[in-house]
């Protein structure tokens, strides 16, 4: 079966200090990736997603990036935090399209 | 891109009563509607989906009903109990790999 992972699960940085969140996907080959972001009390905001290695779309700029370096795994960065990137983190992923989106453990991130 | 209206935004009933959940989309393209169930600081997760060539979906206490032609969707439960208290989001999908989703309605079951 396939499994999801996301780490770190909690995150506290200080303003201006760079991020690296991963998820790695198990039990699939090729599998869609997204990051989504959710504000406090707040809906799902699509970031970035990857239909393969190397293939990213971005969804909303800022000062955030993704990248593929592998089949199974994406990462979601940043070179300097703002106070806004506060938020839940949430890495999903399927295999084709449309299909169901499977969503990991998330990660809470708290900018100071 | 696609525009998914999710009503009403926060719901309140009494156990055993009936809850429902209502979307419209803009795309008529978009032929898959899922819908996730997001209890307090965890993860969304699927509870029931429904594509365009069925009009109607059931899973137990929880039913889906979908309106092609006004393109609107909703989500039905039954006999509810404080367990179904949660955050639920409906979301619409064509062939491009992504979904959009409704602002979210969370659902207090009062004892």
């Known amino acids: 079966s396939q499994t999801i992972h996301q780490w770190p699960a909690t995150l506290v940085q200080p303003v201006g200090s760079p991020l690296s969140l991963e998820c790695t996907v198990e039990?699939?080959?090729?599998?869609?990736l997204y990051w989504y972001r959710q504000a406090a009390g707040r809906g799902l905001q699509l970031l970035f997603y990857?239909?393969?290695?190397?293939?990213i779309s971005s969804e909303v700029p800022q000062n955030l990036s993704a990248s593929r370096p592998q089949d199974r795994q994406f990462i979601l960065s940043s070179k300097k935090l703002l106070l806004s990137d506060s938020g839940f983190y949430l890495c999903a992923w399927t295999v084709g399209g449309p299909e169901t989106q499977y969503f990991g453990p998330g990660t809470r991130l708290l900018v100071l | 891109g696609e525009n998914v209206e999710q009503h009403p935004s926060t719901l309140s009933v009494q156990e055993g009563d009936s809850a429902v959940i209502k979307c419209t989309y803009s795309d008529s393209a978009s032929n898959y509607f899922p819908w996730y169930k997001q209890e307090l600081g965890k993860r969304p997760q699927l509870i029931i989906d429904?594509?365009?060539?069925?009009g109607e979906k059931k899973d137990q206490r929880i039913a889906v009903t979908l309106n092609k032609t006004a393109k609107h969707f909703s989500l039905h439960i039954t006999e509810t109990q404080p367990e179904d208290s949660a955050v639920y989001f409906c979301a619409a999908s064509k062939n491009d790999y992504k979904l959009s989703f409704g602002a979210g309605t969370t659902v207090t079951v009062r004892a």
């Open positions: 429904i594509r365009s060539n069925v």
């Open positions: 990857s239909v393969g290695i190397g293939q």
């Open positions: 039990g699939t080959s090729n599998p869609n």
